[in-house]
C-alpha cells in the first residue's frame, strides 16, 4: 500500500513540475510560440513520454484546474442544500481568495489568467473542463434534465462570476473594491438560482 502511495505521489509530482515548466514559458514566449518539444527538453523528458502525461499540448495548461472538476459535485453532496451548499463554498472562496473565484491579484495569477483567456485553444479545451464539471455535478443533483439543467445554470454562474472578478482585477482595480461587490454579486446570483431552479434538484 505504501508503495502504490509512493508512486503515486511521483506521478503527481511530475505533473506539477512538467505543467509549472510548460507554463513559465508560455508566459514568457507565448503559448503558440512554444513548441511541445521544447517543453519537454526543459522537463528533460521524451517528447512521448511528455504525451503520456498530457494528451494534448493545452492539458499542460489547463492540469492547474483539472483537479477541481469534481469540486462542485463533491460539495453538493457534503453539504445542506445544493445552492446553498454551493453558495458557501464560493464565498468561502472569495474570502480565501481562491483564484478559482477570480478574486486574487497575485501577479503569477493574473498573468496565468490572461494566458488561458487570451488564447483561443485554451478557451476551446477549458470547455471540455467545463462540461465533465457539468456532468458532474448533474449526476450529483440526481441525474435527469431538471439536473442537467440545473448544472448547467450553475456552472454558468460561477464561471460568470470569477471571470467578472478577474476582468476588474486584471484592469486595475483594487482587490478590497471587487471583494466587496463579488460578495453582493454572488449572493445575488445564487439567490436567483435558488428561486429559478426546479425544486427537486434544490432541496
Request: charged share 30%.
Amino acid at each position: 500500500m505504501s508503495e502504490i502511495g509512493l508512486r503515486e505521489r511521483k506521478k503527481r509530482r511530475m505533473y506539477r513540475t512538467v505543467s509549472d515548466i510548460a507554463i513559465r514559458m508560455f508566459l514568457e514566449r507565448g503559448f503558440d510560440a512554444v513548441s511541445v518539444a521544447e517543453v519537454a527538453a526543459a522537463a528533460e523528458i521524451s517528447k512521448p513520454t511528455l504525451f503520456r502525461y498530457f494528451p494534448a499540448k493545452e492539458d499542460l495548461v489547463l492540469y492547474r484546474i483539472a483537479d477541481h472538476e469534481e469540486e462542485p459535485a463533491r460539495v453538493v453532496r457534503e453539504g445542506p442544500t445544493p445552492v446553498e451548499a454551493l453558495k458557501r463554498h464560493f464565498l468561502a472562496g472569495l474570502e480565501r481568495h481562491d483564484p478559482v473565484t477570480g478574486l486574487n491579484d497575485d501577479p503569477e495569477v493574473l498573468a496565468f489568467h490572461t494566458l488561458l483567456y487570451g488564447t483561443p485553444s485554451l478557451v476551446a479545451r477549458l470547455y471540455g473542463h467545463l462540461e465533465r464539471t457539468e456532468e458532474a455535478l448533474a449526476e450529483a443533483l440526481g441525474d435527469g434534465l431538471d439536473a442537467r439543467l440545473a448544472a448547467g445554470q450553475i456552472i454558468a454562474v460561477r464561471r460568470i462570476l470569477a471571470q467578472e472578478n478577474w476582468r476588474r482585477i486584471a484592469a486595475g482595480e483594487s482587490l478590497d473594491a471587487v471583494g466587496e461587490d463579488a460578495v453582493a454579486a454572488a449572493e445575488r446570483a445564487f439567490g436567483v438560482l435558488a428561486r429559478s431552479l426546479p425544486a427537486g434538484v434544490t432541496e
